[in-house]
């Protein structure tokens, strides 16, 4: 369709007797035909225009994220940053990939730059928690614990804070840079990570970054378990895949929508989880208990 045609296509859903069909043809047209729906959201001054251009603008963009989520999804999952985005753009859907990245890149040099030659596992944590914990002043986000905001990288990023899981998540993405062996580990509550070194000498630890990087042994994680009166299971202690990290960020966002009164955006928001439970499992899931992590 020519531009002139997607105007006058447009201009018809002020005509309330055919309105129904018109939203229908455009959602076909898919994402392409957003500029021009905002454009004349811009143009028009009546409010129930203006909402039905919303609408229409949100469902074109949500069934543009659901394609790219399978299609992430297919490629296996793998890129955790892309993964993480995906979920921000739902309630940011101009945020860019690049300039996420661009922000885990410099977190990653400065770390480096502090980084030495065979410096030994804990040693280099040190520095990951200085640089994160310290120069940046990342923590946790008690005072407004469900805010959905805390499951966005890209506002975590801006304000430096976040649950669990997000801060776990940027942690991991610098230190996986670095060419370091950190892996996300689903414990049940609470997201944490696992450094394994590759040497056999040095005993594997693990990481709370909701606790400023605190480091814990495979015991403090055993005695975590026994305090929720759970039955002890090795995937409490193993690396998860990044997908399953993006599934639990997805529970964990679907959670906040609901405890902040939003049930609309929470059943969107397991919509897209539901894409992602379709895919094969490559590591088992720690139940989350409807706890933000």
């Known amino acids: 369709m020519t531009n002139k045609e997607i105007k006058a296509l447009i201009s018809l859903l002020d005509d309330p007797e055919i309105a129904p069909q018109i939203q229908e043809k455009i959602q076909t047209l898919g994402e392409s035909i957003i500029p021009f729906l905002e454009e004349s959201w811009e143009e028009t001054l009546n409010p129930d225009q203006q909402q039905r251009l919303e609408n229409l603008i949100h469902h074109l963009q949500f069934d543009g994220l659901q394609q790219r989520l399978r299609v992430w999804r297919d490629s296996g999952g793998e890129n ?140 403090d994680i055993e005695h975590y378990i026994a305090q929720l009166n759970l039955t002890p299971n090795p995937m409490f202690l193993e690396p998860c895949s990044h997908l399953d990290i993006v599934r639990r960020a997805l529970r964990n966002l679907a959670v906040s929508f609901e405890k902040i009164q939003e049930p609309a955006k929470s059943a969107e928001v397991t919509q897209l989880l539901s894409i992602l439970l379709d895919a094969p499992e490559t590591a088992p899931e720690a139940a989350n208990d409807e706890t933000e992590d």
């Open 80 to 219: 955790l940053l892309e993964g993480m985005w995906l979920l921000n753009s739902y309630q940011y859907p101009d945020a860019d990939l690049q300039a996420l990245n661009r922000s885990i890149e410099q977190l990653r040099f400065e770390v480096w730059t502090l980084t030495r030659p065979a410096m030994h596992p804990a040693d280099q944590v040190q520095t990951l928690n200085h640089v994160l914990f310290k120069t940046h002043k990342f923590a946790a986000n008690t005072q407004n614990f469900h805010s959905p905001a805390n499951s966005m990288l890209q506002r975590v990023l801006e304000t430096r804070r976040g649950n669990p899981l997000t801060l776990c998540v940027i942690y991991l993405l610098v230190a996986q840079r670095l060419g370091w062996p950190v892996y996300g580990v689903n414990l049940p509550n609470l997201f944490v990570l696992m450094f394994r070194p590759t040497n056999p000498n040095v005993e594997p630890f693990y990481i709370n970054c909701y606790n400023r990087g605190l480091i814990l042994s495979r015991t």
